[in-house]
């Protein structure tokens, strides 16, 4: 459920991208593309991410042909209540497809995200800008009127699933803020790179070896109450937690 729920989230923030944005540190990108047919407003860029908190270590999200091909790379230690959990992996997120590739091993699974058809079924036509800014909302999401700067780019506050989230004008993530009880997860970006999408090889999956997982069959409306009931569960949490 819960990576349904980051699946619909990193969708709507995509989206809230605006159409102009600022100026590129690089090639100037140019749009054939209908605003709709885009989930952000950069054809490419690379974000590097360190982890703080209760995870630590470090993520990279890697984006070409708009947001269309994505991929996220991970290496970080979960520590809770006493244990640790690496977690070593490798997304590719291909359209609807989500390809995930498990280090050191090199296992490839493969998951159908279920929202996908409905939100870009939704986007067409629409102002990706307020459509972004809508979805976000649709799922529990405020924007706050707080501004932050991270890796040399701006982006503005928004509180989605119990935590703080903010987003630049083009749609990027720059920083995620998660706590629950003696919980604390910090997302934040050290790195920002317009117009470069990664080396070839990120994209490169054994698609014919993956085992293919079904995921959950869910539409937008089964993920707007799950959200709604996640942030109820959220605010119970914190309220048990020691000082909350």
Known sequence: MRRVLLLAASLACAACSSEQGEARGGVEAVSSAAPSDRFYDRQAFTIRYKLEGT???????????????????????????????????????????????????????????PLYQELTAEMQGQDPVEFGRAMMRRMGGTETGETGRFAGHDCTYWTILGGRTCITPWGGTLYVENQVGGIRIVQEATEVRLGDGGPD???????????????????????????????????????MAPGG
């Open 55 to 113: 995870q630590t270590g470090t993520r990279a999200e890697y984006v070409r042909d708009w947001g269309k091909l994505r991929v996220l790379e991970e290496d970080s230690v979960l520590r809770v209540m006493g244990t640790e959990q690496a977690v070593r992996n490798r997304q590719l997120i291909e359209g609807s497809q989500i390809y995930t590739v498990r280090l050191p091993d090199n296992t490839v699974t493969v998951m159908e995200n």
């Open 201 to 239: 090889s990120l994209f490169q999956v054994d698609k014919a070896s993956a085992q293919r997982i079904e995921g959950p069959n869910m539409s937008m409306q089964d993920v707007e109450a799950a959200a709604k009931a996640g942030e109820e569960a959220m605010r119970q949490l914190q309220q």
